[in-house]
């Protein structure tokens, strides 16, 4: 006689308001079983950490396609190289500074992606190079009823020659030339999602709130940073080899913490394609 038997999802919260452990094994999470609860772990949490589960390139993109659509970078389907080092990072490392400040990506597309996976294959020197997340759906919820009429129709330009600033003071004209070119986009400061819920939506790449003084603007954009950051909304990952993490790009930001490029730190990430345009 057979016995029907269910495997255990196996889930811990890492803090109350941000940041779940899934523990299943390899074998289970690439059997594609959980991905509908790991899919209704990460929007309601915004982190998910997959301690020393090792997947190699492939493995991480065959469990990256049980979650969603693959959205792939490199012509070869390949995951990207991430990390400060010029040597092993050529083309995009200069760009990549920028990931060193909270943000979200894709603030320049009309879909950004759904989340982001990464690999850890060398950590940075213990204590530095975690990598920090801010749940903007938890931060939103916990304003006052006043600040969230007040903010909830406000609107801002984004763009990530923004960012440039925050690691260059006095970049050269060529160079914001070059970050300007990648594109800016007007979004909401709050996000109402297809779902109901609500996220802000922040980080390195605003530049000021549409119809507002731009003294008042940078008191909101960096105020509401400061409260989407403080401790009650944010996790910071210290990173172990073969560490998996994936967050939700709708309704958190991140940041890599600040290492040495030469260090030899290096992550490979996939991409979860988006499924849902910025609300207007």
């Not at 190699?56 to 065959?62: L, N, R, T």
């Not at 792939?72 to 092993?88: F, Q, R, W, Y």
């Not at 909830?152 to 030339?177: C, I, N, Q, T």
């Amino acid at each position: 006689m057979s016995v029907a038997t269910t495997t255990e999802f196996k889930v811990e919260h890492v803090k109350p308001k941000i940041g779940s452990r899934i523990l299943n094994s390899k074998e289970e999470l690439l059997s594609g079983e959980f991905a509908a609860l790991i899919r209704e772990e990460l929007e309601a949490r915004g982190v998910l950490v997959f301690p020393q589960i090792n997947f190699s390139d492939e493995e991480q993109i065959a469990f990256t396609k049980t979650l969603g659509e693959y959205a792939s970078e490199n012509a070869d389907g390949s995951p990207s190289k991430i990390t400060l080092d010029v040597k092993e990072n050529p083309s995009s490392a200069e760009y990549l500074k920028g990931s060193l400040y909270w943000h979200i990506d894709g603030t320049r597309n009309e879909v950004p992606i759904l989340a982001s996976l990464l690999s850890c294959k060398v950590p940075s020197p213990k204590g530095t190079g975690n990598t920090g997340f801010s749940n903007t759906y938890a931060a939103y919820d916990a304003l006052s009823d006043e600040d969230k009429a007040r903010y909830d129709d406000m609107r801002v330009l984004h763009g990530p020659w923004a960012s440039l600033f925050y690691y260059e003071a006095e970049p050269s004209l060529a160079k914001l030339k070059i970050m300007q070119s990648i594109g800016e986009k007007v979004l909401p400061l709050v996000w109402k999602h297809a779902s109901g819920r609500k996220s802000l939506v922040l980080g390195c790449t605003c530049h000021h709130v549409i119809d507002v003084d731009y003294g008042e603007s940078a008191r909101i954009i960096h105020g509401l940073r400061e409260w989407a950051t403080s401790p009650d909304f944010t996790y910071s990952h210290e990173w172990s080899v073969g560490d998996l993490v994936i967050w939700d790009n709708t309704g958190t930001m991140h940041r890599a913490e600040a290492y040495d490029p030469d260090c030899g730190r290096m992550m490979h990430r996939t991409k979860l394609e988006g499924e849902e345009a910025w609300a207007e």
